[in-house]
């Protein structure tokens, strides 16, 4: 810089100054209110977080594993045979939990479900015949039965209707399911379970 070159300064008045920190402080809040709105309606309606209790999915969840929940199928009632799903066993005969139930989606609606000789059999809707369910998620040793509770009522063979669910849990000797519960209506699905989150040894989609 030369000798006679002259530097300008702009002086910044305090009432400026001011102005622009509580410009900068409400540009923060609205960025951190924002944040909480939308991770506020991610768990309302998109996905959430849910934890298992009990050994009714063993061996592929166990008590204290925690998955996420994808929520947006619940809206369209979008459900696949071998889903993981989250249930609400609120008033259903043979349930008294406060909790939400974990299980596999088995039998879809309009189909016949039965249950015989240690395995599941299914009659899809329009079919004639039943097929037995390869089911690769259990042990090969692990057999399907119906206790004298659900045959009373039909449980061990028995045709959905069009929004009903037959579920079961994966570990079937323990498992408190449609065997024992009967079918699960839609609306009673709050979510499908696709990852798990915890331990981290164990993360992994479903």
């Known amino acids: 810089m030369k000798k006679n070159d002259k530097t300008e300064f702009m002086e910044v008045k305090p009432e400026d100054r001011k102005q622009a920190i509580i410009t900068s402080i409400l540009d923060w809040l609205i960025a951190i209110a924002v944040g909480v709105l939308v991770g506020i309606l991610m768990v309302v309606f998109v996905v959430q977080r849910d934890n298992v ?11 204290g594993y925690i998955v996420m929940t994808d ?26 939990h406060e909790e939400y139930l974990i299980k596999r989606i088995i039998g879809l609606p309009g189909e016949t479900v039965r249950i015989a000789d240690g395995h599941v059999y299914i009659r899809e809707a329009g079919a004639e015949d039943f097929y037995m369910l390869d089911e690769p998620y259990i042990d090969a040793s692990v057999e399907t039965y119906v206790m004298s509770w659900g045959m009373e009522r039909g449980y061990d063979e028995i045709t959905l209707g069009e929004d009903e669910y037959y579920c079961l849990g994966d570990n079937r000797p323990v498992s408190n399911d449609s065997r024992n519960l009967g079918p699960f209506s839609a609306d009673r699905i709050k979510g499908i379970a696709f990852l798990i989150i915890y331990p981290f040894n164990a993360i992994t989609f479903l």
Request: glycine letters at 10%; hydrophobic letters at 25%; charged letters at 25%.
């Open 71 to 96: 929520k947006i199928s619940t809206y369209f009632d979008n459900y696949d045979r071998g889903d993981i799903v989250i249930l609400d066993g609120e008033n259903m005969e043979g349930y008294n």
């Open 53 to 63: 209790y009990g050994d009714s999915m063993v061996p592929n969840l166990r008590s």
